[in-house]
């Protein structure tokens, strides 16, 4: 695994933590955590776009964010969840692939363009 694709999936992580830090903080030392992640979530992020495009990095930013915060409502904070919500994650999960499956055909035939 690429160390770019690390610090994906570490601010995909850390993004889901404020998120819930979000609906749970309540104490100015709670709300100092999840600013702390915050600024360290978005220090990590453009370490990420170094090496992968950052169109990918966002999408798959915002693309776990969002699934990650919606299966969050559901199963932590008891929203509702329908086969409307489910049909949008599928489409949002596709378009996350779609991008770096184009990106990595963009790699390829730029090599293929440097031989």
């Known amino acids: 695994m690429n160390k770019a694709w690390i610090y994906v999936a570490l601010t995909c992580l850390f993004e889901l933590i404020w998120v819930y830090g979000f609906n749970e903080a309540q104490t100015w030392w ?3 955590l999840v600013i702390g992640v915050i600024f360290l979530d978005y220090h990590i992020l453009p370490k990420a776009c170094m090496t992968i495009p950052t169109g990918t990095v966002y999408a798959v930013f915002a693309g776990i964010g969002t699934i990650g915060t919606v299966l969050m409502d ?12 489910a049909l949008f994650i599928l489409i949002i999960v596709i378009g996350v692939i779609g991008l770096n499956l184009s990106d990595k055909k963009e ?3 730029a090599l293929k363009g440097a031989a």
Do not use: N, T
């Open 74 to 85: 559901v199963y932590l904070f008891g929203a509702s969840f329908s086969l409307g919500k």
């Open 107 to 109: 790699d390829i035939d």
């Open 30 to 32: 709670q709300w100092g």
